[in-house]
């Protein structure tokens, strides 16, 4: 598996809180995605990231801003969490356009109270 | 925006019996992509198809990218108790020079002994 780390693996919040969830990659990929997991809904994509400093809206972005400083880590922020927002949230990274092979870390659920 | 429906959510099968499951997408794809999810687990990449009509074939899991390249398959022969998990395809579309992958909701095998 490509060195994708997420952090923190579980986390549970209150509403109004800020949280902040970090995806570490060691693979040097140029292509980084935050996805959310809900049951019925499958793997929907919040924002992703195609270099440093350079990022986009994915379908269901409101709500959440990223950040990518450095092309190993991407962060995914919720300015004020909402019970809307208890989900699963997976990284993905991939090197290659078109290729696209996405590798994912292992996710990170959030309970927002 | 682009849609990828997949069909059925669910499907219960009896060991050795077969099982598919339909992607669909309402754009023409550059790609499709297929996963695995076990339960508890992340997603892992399965395969890529790319040519219009290719089939490809994992030992019992054969992989079909439609002639209009608008929809796909994934054929399981024989289900084994190891194939359980949750199956996802992913259309791949161009966007500014990146291809962004989004995914259907998935159809979540489950297999009895």
């Known amino acids: 598996d490509a060195g994708i780390t997420q952090s923190p693996r579980h986390k549970v919040t209150e509403t109004g809180t800020p949280v902040t969830l970090r995806c570490h990659q060691t693979?040097?990929?140029?292509?980084m995605y935050w996805y959310r997991q809900d049951p019925g809904h499958g793997l929907r994509l919040i924002h992703y990231s195609y270099g440093v400093k350079d990022t986009d809206k994915g379908e269901v972005s409101d709500g959440y801003s990223v950040s990518r400083s450095k092309t190993e880590d991407f962060l995914l922020t919720l300015e004020s969490a909402t019970s809307s927002q208890t989900s699963v949230y997976f990284c993905?990274?991939?090197?290659?356009?078109?290729?696209?092979?996405?590798?994912f870390g292992e996710g990170s659920r959030l309970t927002v109270l | 925006g682009q849609q990828v429906m997949q069909i059925p959510q669910y499907q219960h099968v009896q060991e050795g019996e077969d099982f598919t499951t339909y992607c669909n997408s309402s754009?023409?794809?550059?790609?499709i992509q297929w996963y695995k999810q076990r339960p508890g687990g992340h997603p892992v990449f399965l395969i890529q198809l790319v040519k219009s009509g290719e089939v490809k074939k994992q030992k019992r899991l054969t992989f079909q990218f439609g002639e209009a390249k608008k929809n796909s398959s994934l054929h399981i022969t024989a289900t084994q108790t190891t194939d359980v998990g949750t199956y996802f395809c992913a259309g791949l579309r161009a966007s500014g020079g990146s291809y962004i992958p989004t995914f259907g909701r998935g159809t979540s095998l489950i297999v009895h002994p």
């Open positions: 693979e040097n990929h140029r292509y």
């Open positions: 754009t023409t794809l550059s790609n």
């Open positions: 993905a990274t991939g090197g290659r356009i078109g290729t696209g092979e996405l590798f």
